[in-house]
């Protein structure tokens, strides 16, 4: 399965829209480090991360990927067109299909035992909804800390901070689906 190149793709978004790495930092509000690294290829950006960058283009996380997609939308996706990211010990499939203006992304995720999001909650950008496939998993979300297992499920809406964690000695699989950000924002 090939894997896509985010930071040759960001950069080649970045010069096509006359965009210095400062003052893409400066509309993302991030450092122009963090965007030099992830250029470089020598960080793996999160998807939020790589959201909040996006947004000071301002393009959707879905625009993003499929710009390396075919010249003819896929109805089906078989592996191959599937957009994987690690992090850690957690691994992300996410199909947003390959439309112009695609409405929603949808991911598998598979936390290794002990994986988590991190130490910091990550911040719903959008709506998220999931359901637990396999294993359980600890989240911390709107001041509660639950353990959901197989069927269970959780919705978040847009700007919740959470915390996911696999305490469990197997791997956790939970299928999830997020609104895409509009594309153009306001200043």
Known sequence: MSTMDVGAQLREIRISRRLSQRELAKRA???NGMI?????NRVS???????KVLAGIPMSL?????????????VFYLEGPLREAARGRIET??????????????????????ADTGPEPVVS???????????????????????LRVGDAFCFPAGLAYRIRNRGAEHCEIISGAGVQPA????
């Not at 950006?45 to 959201?51: A, D």
């Not at 879905?62 to 896929?74: L, Q, Y």
């Not at 499939?93 to 002990?114: K, S, W």
């Open 62 to 74: 879905s625009e993003f990927f499929a710009r390396e997609g075919r010249s003819e939308p896929s």
């Open 36 to 40: 030099s690294l992830i250029e470089q």
């Open 184 to 187: 153009a924002r306001c200043p």
């Open 45 to 51: 950006p999160s998807i939020s991360s790589l959201g």
């Open 125 to 147: 950008v959008t709506e998220r909804i999931g359901v637990i496939a396999r294993g359980e998993v600890e989240i911390s979300a709107a001041g509660e800390t639950r353990t």
């Open 29 to 31: 509000g991030v450092t």
């Open 93 to 114: 499939r996410a199909v947003a299909g390959e439309r112009a203006a695609p409405t929603v992304t949808l991911c598998y995720q598979q936390f290794a035992p002990e």
